[in-house]
């Protein structure tokens, strides 16, 4: 079954530390997605997602355009994140380990993680079966080429390594698609 995801009602988050105590907490606004879930075998689901960097949201203008720069993102030459899924490992009925591939700054990791099913409904205002999952995860950003760092004069580092993601994502069932002629009947036409 097909879902996509909504982006007003989802969001992809991250927070890293700032001069090893502080919390600074991101976001990015334009993302696309798929989540092909199979009901009866959710191990066999399937994940995309794109993520546009120009779309990073930090609070801080100058520190966003920093972050686009060539010294983290290098928007110009890498201008979307990746995340494609590769297997599922299903814990119980509502928590899942996800695994995948993440592509970030031309260069691919695996990335584990760790999902819950939240809940389904129908949206009242479409009538629509809507789904959604929250995630988290993390991962080292020197892993992906993310080297910029200044050291304190106290000691230590002006950013962490690690980086730490936080996901909620709302999606929509999108209907299925019903041919109009039997396939045999489209074969002849093409």
Same mark, same amino acid.
């Given at each position: 079954? !097909?879902?996509t995801?909504?982006k007003?009602?989802?969001?992809?988050?991250?927070?890293?530390?700032?001069?090893?105590f $502080?919390t600074?907490? *991101?976001?990015?606004?334009?993302?696309?997605?798929?989540?092909?879930?199979d009901?009866? =075998?959710?191990e066999n %689901?399937?994940v995309d997602?794109?993520v546009q &960097?120009?779309?990073?949201?930090?609070?801080?203008?100058?520190?966003?355009?920093?972050v686009q720069?060539a @010294?983290?993102?290098d928007?110009?030459n890498n201008? $979307?994140?990746?995340?494609?899924s !590769?297997?599922?490992?299903? &814990? @119980?009925? /509502? =928590?899942y380990?996800? =695994?995948?591939? &993440?592509t970030? =700054?031309?260069i %691919? +990791?695996p990335?584990v993680l760790?999902v $819950?099913?939240?809940?389904?409904?129908?949206?009242?205002?479409?009538?629509?079966?809507?789904?959604?999952y929250?995630?988290e995860?993390?991962?080292?950003?020197?892993d992906?080429?993310?080297g910029?760092?200044?050291?304190?004069? %106290? *000691?230590?580092?002006?950013?962490? /390594? +690690?980086?730490?993601?936080?996901i /909620?994502?709302?999606?929509?069932? +999108?209907?299925?698609?019903v &041919? !109009? +002629?039997?396939v045999?009947?489209?074969?002849?036409?093409a």
């Amino acid at each position: 079954m !097909s879902w996509t995801i909504d982006k007003n009602h989802s969001s992809i988050g991250f927070t890293v530390k700032h001069m090893m105590f $502080t919390t600074v907490r *991101g976001a990015f606004v334009n993302f696309d997605g798929n989540l092909n879930f199979d009901e009866q =075998h959710p191990e066999n %689901t399937a994940v995309d997602i794109a993520v546009q &960097l120009d779309s990073i949201n930090t609070h801080d203008a100058k520190r966003d355009a920093h972050v686009q720069s060539a @010294d983290f993102f290098d928007v110009e030459n890498n201008p $979307t994140m990746t995340f494609r899924s !590769s297997s599922v490992e299903v &814990l @119980d009925a /509502e =928590h899942y380990k996800l =695994h995948g591939d &993440l592509t970030l =700054h031309g260069i %691919t +990791q695996p990335l584990v993680l760790s999902v $819950t099913r939240e809940g389904e409904n129908k949206n009242p205002l479409s009538g629509n079966r809507v789904v959604a999952y929250s995630a988290e995860g993390s991962l080292n950003r020197k892993d992906f080429g993310l080297g910029f760092n200044v050291a304190l004069e %106290t *000691g230590g580092w002006l950013l962490s /390594e +690690q980086v730490k993601l936080v996901i /909620e994502v709302q999606a929509v069932e +999108q209907p299925a698609v019903v &041919l !109009s +002629q039997p396939v045999a009947e489209l074969a002849s036409v093409a």
